[in-house]
């Protein structure tokens, strides 16, 4: 893995049944150190997400029915990957002499340098993160004993792992901080390993606050619509306390209460910016983004846009009729 970034999408639909396992292995087996077979003659499917981080790579895949290989590249594959299914399902992963079927959410570290096979069935949506071995060995200097060790799927690091891929999944990280995110992906890594002492705490310092911070955030995203949406609501839905919450934020100099303003302001601008919402009343449009006093919204919106909701949306609809 080199230090450019990118998102790669790739999905089965539309390619022709019998030529999928050519396209699999020609196109992107020799990229990724993989090979392709049929599970049980049935048509292999394969629909995923791959993000390409410096040190890096997250895989997510979904829907999928394949037989798969990874092996060491001629060129080396120095990296370990750590699998698992959030949704469990039905898989199987032999590495090291070592065969196991992990339909209980359990997570698994194998090394790059020695083949792993794995079998994945419809309703097992597998994610791999692979982490450079020195990036790894960094922190997890042991990293080699704890191959095919099970790390349980309640494992709060594994969880937040999850939750942290996910978020990645839908908001593709910005190429300027890709190195950023590359590494709270390898922190939480660490600590879903069990890593202690001080490299533990420097892992916990990185990947898990920011994954925690992010996590907050997407939860409070998907609530703006609620006027009584609070750091205190934010602290028991994620069992931390609200001072713990304002220092995530405050890392960021901001706070919960500005997020939330600044994500219900800007959800306003997108629907009064947007022709097919023309029809809604922009009282409604602000009330269903959270705010609960109209004056208070009419001056930040003010503040931050430099015009009135109105002045904005007759703009943006003059913008849209002349193409």
């Not at 029915?65 to 699998?83: C, D, H, K, Q, V």
């Not at 949506?125 to 704890?146: C, F, G, K, S, Y």
Request: hydrophobic letters at 45%.
């Amino acid at each position: 893995m080199d230090s450019a970034a990118a998102h790669i999408r790739f999905s089965m639909m539309g390619i022709a049944e019998q030529e999928r396992l050519a396209v699999l292995n020609e196109l992107y087996g020799p990229e990724l150190g993989m090979a392709f077979d049929a599970l049980n003659d049935e048509v292999p499917e394969l629909d995923c997400d791959i993000h390409l981080l410096p040190g890096v790579a997250a895989i997510r895949a979904r829907n999928s029915s394949l037989a798969l290989r990874w092996y060491a590249p001629a060129n080396g594959n120095e990296t370990f990957m750590l699998n698992w299914s959030p949704s469990g399902g039905a898989g199987s992963l032999r590495h090291l002499g070592r065969e196991v079927v992990n339909d209980t959410g359990h997570a698994f570290l194998t090394s790059g340098q020695e083949t792993v096979r794995s079998a994945i069935s419809r309703g097992f949506n597998p994610v791999q993160i692979r982490v450079a071995r020195a990036l790894l060995m960094a922190l997890v200097p042991d990293a080699e004993t704890r191959l095919m060790v099970p790390i349980p799927a309640a494992s709060p690091a594994l969880r937040l792992l999850t939750d942290y891929i996910g978020l990645l999944a839908r908001n593709a990280a910005d190429p300027s901080l890709s190195s950023s995110v590359a590494i709270h992906i390898r922190d939480l890594v660490a600590i879903a390993l069990g890593v202690g002492g001080e490299p533990a705490a420097i892992a916990r310092q990185g990947g898990l606050r920011a994954a925690r911070l992010e996590a907050i955030k997407q939860w409070a995203i998907e609530r703006l619509d609620r006027p009584g949406l609070s750091v205190a609501n934010a602290a028991a839905a994620h069992r931390v306390s609200p001072r713990y919450i304002q220092m995530l934020f405050a890392s960021e100099d901001s706070s919960f209460s500005l997020f939330v303003l600044k994500e219900r302001l800007a959800k306003v601008y997108r629907s009064l910016t947007d022709p097919d919402m023309a029809f809604r009343t922009i009282s409604d449009i602000v009330f269903d983004a959270g705010f609960g006093d109209l004056s208070y919204f009419n001056r930040v919106f003010r503040s931050t846009y430099g015009g009135t909701p109105s002045d904005i949306r007759n703009l943006a609809m003059e913008r849209h009729r002349r193409g």
